[in-house]
């Protein structure tokens, strides 16, 4: 047998469509920024500039863009 519906769904819907002015707030994103996706063009052309710049190896390169 299915489970009943929250019997406090319905009030709390019927009380957000009473006040449709209402709108959540902002809220700063508190994750870590690594894992971050960068564009494909910033990352080729950072590594470019690396390996204008000397560095021959990945580690070198990954160093060089954090400096």
Do not use: K
Request: glycine share 4%.
């Amino acid at each position: 047998m299915p489970a009943d519906a929250s019997p406090l769904i319905p009030p709390a819907l019927d009380q957000l469509r009473e006040h449709p002015e209402v709108v959540p707030a902002e809220v700063p994103d508190p994750r870590d920024p690594r894992g971050v996706r960068h564009a494909l063009i910033t990352v080729l052309a950072l590594t470019a500039c690396a390996v204008l710049a000397g560095t021959t190896s990945v580690l070198a390169v990954s160093e060089w863009i954090a400096g």
